[in-house]
């Protein structure tokens, strides 16, 4: 029973520990990540990003190509 309890206890210990050792008034990256006031919904973000992902799968493809060459 000990062996099965281990691990979930050593997980909520070391969460624990984690939580206290934050510098007061520092934000979590999980709170930055997705804050509610973030700029996600300006139409000229999803335009950049849009333009950044066909240009991502531009290199993937490219990249794909030449490893077909040499395989």
Known sequence: ML????CP???VFMMRR????TPP???SSMATC?????QSTDPGRLAALQA???AL???VMEL???????A
């Open 3 to 6: 062996a099965l309890l281990a």
């Open 9 to 11: 206890l050593s997980m």
């Open 18 to 21: 984690m939580s206290h050792n």
């Open 25 to 27: 008034g520092a934000v």
């Open 34 to 38: 997705c804050a509610p006031n973030d």
């Open 52 to 54: 950044q992902r066909e």
């Open 57 to 59: 799968e531009r290199q």
């Open 64 to 70: 794909q190509a030449r490893i077909e060459k040499v």
